[in-house]
């Protein structure tokens, strides 16, 4: 089992720059995979990236590519999420979440543990 916790959100300008960090407990952190989803007001959660557990593979949607990045330092047990040239349709409540295994699904479903979220909001 893992427990996460994540910081980092806040509010920032249109264009602006935000590191989510994502830190879990327990010696087998880095035997997860980790994903980042997001959830907007009257919205499905929707997966934003993910990272495989050693960190080789990454993922992330159509919608944030090239403008977020994910990463994971396992010796800090923390999984973060980099997110640059930020728009207002960014702004929701982004939570970070693991799951036991690598093969990679963008589904909200297939994740075990979850953190508890952090808002973030982009003002236009």
């Known amino acids: 089992q893992v427990q996460l916790v994540e910081s980092g959100g806040g509010l920032v300008q249109a264009g602006g720059s935000l590191r989510l960090s994502c830190a879990g407990s327990g010696r087998t952190f880095s035997s997860y995979a980790m994903g980042w989803f997001r959830q907007a007001p009257g919205k499905e959660r929707e997966f934003v990236a993910a990272?495989?557990?050693?960190?080789?593979?990454?993922y992330s949607a159509y919608s944030v590519k090239g403008r977020f990045t994910i990463s994971r330092d396992n010796d800090k047990n923390t999984v973060y999420l980099e997110k640059n040239s930020l728009k207002p349709e960014d702004t929701a409540v982004y939570y970070c979440?693991?799951?036991?295994?690598?093969?990679?699904?963008?589904?909200?479903?297939?994740?075990?543990?979850w953190g508890q979220g952090t808002q973030v909001t982009v003002s236009s």
């Open positions: 990272i495989s557990s050693n960190g080789g593979s990454t």
């Open positions: 979440a693991a799951r036991g295994t690598d093969y990679h699904v963008p589904s909200p479903y297939e994740y075990n543990y």
